[in-house]
């Protein structure tokens, strides 16, 4: 199933449009919306959109063409080994419905932060020295979590911007990695 772009998607893009940089990663692509919008940015030089489900992947190699851009399919970072100045996730956030079918596009685990603490506990390995990421959460999916998995893989927050929409709000936040001191002793 390929996710249609709405409010989240819109939010990221304002911020990958202002934000986005050098080589740049889009994890969850779905519609393609944030590789399409960042290989726009004069300041990005490719864009490697990633997701999980191979029809979206066929989808957007179909639909998509651009020269800074490409397409694979991967589980977060599975099959990825380079790293990037920017990368961009906008990922399913809803805690699961025991009632409904699993959907990639929605479903960010039981709770619904599991699929973003996979994606932290990851993401520095693949982030360039004073890269960016630019990531996207709602408050269904319990914000002091995703801020305590923020500080416990080692990176610095920045809340871009917080929106609400009729039962939740919307946070979008640029992340670096926290530098540490070294100092040095005579």
Do not use: W
């Not at 956030?93 to 960010?108: A, V």
């Not at 709770?111 to 932290?120: D, Q, W």
């Amino acid at each position: 199933m390929i996710y249609e772009p709405r409010d989240d998607s819109y939010l990221t893009a304002k911020y990958v449009k202002k934000l986005a940089k050098g080589s740049v990663l889009d994890v969850g692509t779905g519609s393609g919306i944030q590789a399409v919008t960042a290989s726009k940015n004069k300041k990005v030089n490719k864009v490697l959109a990633v997701d999980i489900q191979k029809d979206v992947i066929t989808h957007c190699k179909k639909t998509i063409k651009n020269k800074k851009l490409n397409f694979k399919q991967s589980n977060l970072f599975s099959n990825i080994t380079e790293t990037y100045d920017t990368i961009i996730f906008n990922p399913p956030y809803l805690p699961k419905d025991p009632n409904l079918e699993h959907d990639h596009t929605y479903d960010g685990g039981k709770e619904g932060y599991e699929i973003i603490e996979k994606f932290l506990k990851s993401a520095s390995l693949h982030l360039r020295e004073n890269g960016i990421i630019l990531l996207l959460f709602s408050s269904l999916t319990n914000k002091k979590k995703v801020d305590s998995f923020i500080k416990k893989y080692k990176f610095q927050s920045k809340l871009l911007e917080k929106q609400h929409f009729f039962f939740e709000d919307l946070y979008s936040y640029q992340l670096t990695l926290k530098r540490t001191k070294i100092i040095i002793s005579p």
